[in-house]
């Protein structure tokens, strides 16, 4: 019974390059979440999608960044035109329904590094 | 806007020794509080959640306790273990409860 499942777990671009992040939920799951953390700092939302919706984007930066849930396949965070302050880990989290009512479980992981 | 602060930032205690970390939010209009467990390089585990309803909820040597009304919660740590040495983040679901505030999390070194 596979939890969420992030890949790559370690990512590394230059400056200028695009970055994708992938994440597929835990089976059955139709929430995902985004987080952020960058070093020093604590985790900080960034958007909460369900199937073929964004449905809060309100911690997304509003230029290089675009997140998406298909309808098949995972859920993908774009970041074009990296910048060293786009170095930090990206958590994926999901949920079956709101996080109020339900925990969210949460993948390992990316780290971007940016040169 | 809720902001969720951790107290203290870093802490480091021998083995055997009972602790708590401690969590304060400013927005007591929380549907529950969960605490989580993160180690280096690694994911975030939950630990507890406390429904808003609820004032503890126990889970082996930990035990996690809720004050809805002064905006409180509390980690207990039994008979720590080098073990649980991790950065232990406590966390609320606002914005209609898709989207979860942390705290800046707790260091904890437990030593031999």
């Known amino acids: 019974n596979a939890g969420v499942m992030q890949n790559p777990r370690h990512l590394v671009r230059r400056r200028g390059q695009e970055a994708r992040l992938r994440c597929s939920p835990v089976?059955?799951?139709?929430?995902v979440y985004w987080y952020r953390q960058l070093p020093e700092e604590g985790l900080k939302f960034m958007v909460y999608l369900q199937k073929e919706n964004i449905i809060d984007e309100s911690g997304m930066p509003k230029e290089r960044f675009s997140a998406e849930f298909p309808k098949e396949g995972p859920s993908i965070l774009r970041i074009q035109q990296v910048v060293r302050g786009d170095s930090a880990a990206y958590f994926c989290?999901?949920?079956?329904?709101?996080?109020?009512?339900?925990?969210?479980?949460f993948g390992p992981g990316t780290r971007l590094l940016v040169l | 806007k809720q902001e969720v602060t951790q107290i203290p930032a870093a802490l480091s205690v021998p083995e055997g020794e009972n602790l708590v970390l401690n969590c304060s939010f400013t927005?007591?209009?929380?549907?529950?509080l969960q605490w989580f467990r993160q180690d280096p390089g690694k994911g975030l585990t939950s630990l507890l959640l406390?429904?808003?309803?609820?004032r503890e909820q126990t889970s082996g040597r930990l035990n996690a306790s809720l004050d809805k009304s002064s905006g409180r919660s509390t980690l207990y740590i039994a008979a720590s273990q080098p073990g649980d040495s991790a950065t232990y983040l406590c966390?609320?679901?606002?914005?209609?409860?898709?989207?979860?505030?942390f705290g800046t999390g707790t260091q904890l070194k437990v030593e031999l």
């Open positions: 927005d007591s209009a929380i549907y529950n």
């Open positions: 406390i429904q808003s309803s609820q």
């Open positions: 966390a609320v679901p606002t914005g209609g409860g898709n989207k979860l505030t």
């Open positions: 089976k059955g799951h139709s929430h």
């Open positions: 989290a999901s949920s079956p329904e709101l996080a109020g009512k339900e925990t969210q479980y």
